[in-house]
């Protein structure tokens, strides 16, 4: 019996370390833990509530406006502001653009090197690739002279020595086993969706000011004015132009590139629709509505919850069942552990007890990450786009029903593939294509709106503290492109008095919680198979296809001591 220990995990955001016990080459148990503290909650205590959403942007330097939104709905959600529908329609194209963005740098940029073997690529005909290419997709760059300059551009960088992004992989780990070109291809449109999305997410230089960190949102709507009569109106018909051109080039993108290559692989690595499973418990709090954040009838993404990998029915959400424990965290709650706080009256209170780093093995008996432990109703759940999928497919929303049915047909799979590492990987794939469709229909309802002279984008009402009651509270939920995020505020006398934000990792990578259970980074490692514990590659895929977002780092200890280079690819 061995320990493998990966700390921190490259190709994410944040910090985060993974033990795992192996036994007869496959892992028997599993412990995450998050080993970067953050506090951001304790910094807004005593803050003017209105300015909540600046801060709580810096809880990430990746996914940085889904706190903005959650803040704002939390602050509006206390003191009982309706937003206007232009402001609305306006946030669902920030976080539409920021999820279809997120999602494509994710497959290929964060997480496809688990899959493909760049050095591979070099071996590859360059006619052959074009040749699977032109099969899956009608995509413009699809040429054997286009596959050939990639590989000679691939084969300058490793002549050269300097292989930069592609350094210290894994090639020739005996789990690769895409052909060469296919190797190629996806190479190929790595380096592709690269200059893609530099120029797609210019959606937020239009609507957010910039990127990352927007700075337009507001308590009661944004500031993006779009009133002609305004000098500085910002939405305007040539930005309506510019916004409608961009969601197009989503489209295009995702439609003929990234889903015929999600398509490609998956086949080739259909022993991982096995691997990974975890939980089979998937909360989705639902979100973007066509008649306002707080309409769950309307939201794209249905609101629910799917307990026991049953999809025969969905379950409501009950705010009042979500808890976060600390039992096996480095925090301490006033009056004892217990069984966990809710977010509403929840605490922060750093308290480490672990050893001093650099350490072998954490002392998972005790205390074992910076990661509180979320349940709902005193259960482990998966959040993300699987369970966004899962939920939606149960709950027979159309088009979520639709584009899981054509997949599963395509990859002639039932619907048990979906609790899978590849199953997280597909609904990812799935939930871009149906996101991508509907940023042009909310540029089109934007246009509308302002032919109509609709132009009001910020409601005022309370915006003077002096309206404000003694003491409001209220929570605002977004389903960001990791999962379910909710930020709770307190306000007393003016000022935040409390606040809480449980983000889409901490449900996923929270440690084991009272009674033992296991979060879902933790579950869904268990039974995988490791084919060399020098080279834990295994391990990246599936923890990798959560999306974590807890920054990019790169070594590795096994139970001896021994340190490895892990890939640097971010």
Known sequence: MARLVVDPVNRIE????????????????AWSSGTMFRGIEMILQGRDPREAWIWAQR???????????????????ALQIEVPDNAHIVRNLIAGSQMVQDHVIHFYHLHALDWVDVAAALKAD???TSQ????????????????????????????????????????????YKLPPEVNLLAVAHYLEALAWQKDFIRIHAALGGKNPHPQTFLVGGMTTAMDPNEPAAVINPDTITFLRDLAKSARKFVDQVYIPDVLAIAPLYSDWF?????????????????????????????????????????????????????????????????NGKHPSVGETNPKYTGPKPP??????????SWLKSPRYDGKPMEVGPLARMVVGYAAGQPEIRAAVNGALKALNAQPAVLFSTLGRIAARALETQIMAKHLEDWVDELDNNLSHGKTAIFNPVRWDPSTWPDHAAGYGWHEAPRGSLGHWVEISGRSIKNYQAVVPSTWNAGPRDGQGQRGAYEA??????VADPDRPLEILRTIHSFDPCIACAVHVLDANGRRFTLPNVR
């Open 14 to 29: 944040g910090h985060l370390r993974i033990e795992a016990q192996l036994e007869g080459g496959k892992i028997s148990d």
């Open 59 to 77: 809880i990430c330097g990746v996914c940085t406006m889904v706190h903005a939104i959650a803040s704002v709905r939390a602050v509006e959600n």
């Open 126 to 128: 360059p006619a052959k």
């Open 132 to 175: 699977i290419a032109q099969s899956i997709s009608d995509y413009e760059k699809s040429s054997t002279t286009y596959f050939r300059g990639i590989q000679q551009r691939v084969k300058g960088v490793v002549d050269s020595g300097q292989l930069s992004l592609f350094a210290s992989g894994y090639w020739g780990h005996p789990a």
């Open 274 to 338: 096995s691997r990974g499973e975890g939980l089979g418990n998937f909360l989705c709090y639902g979100d973007y509505g066509s008649s306002g954040a707080n309409d769950p009838s309307s939201f794209l993404f249905p609101r629910g919850i799917v307990m026991n990998h049953d999809i025969s029915k969905v379950l409501p959400v009950d705010p009042g069942k979500i808890t976060e424990a600390v039992d096996h965290s480095w925090y301490e709650y006033s009056g004892g552990n217990g």
């Open 359 to 368: 350490f072998e093995q954490l002392d998972v008996d005790k205390k074992y």
């Open 524 to 529: 869904s490692l268990l039974n995988t198979p």
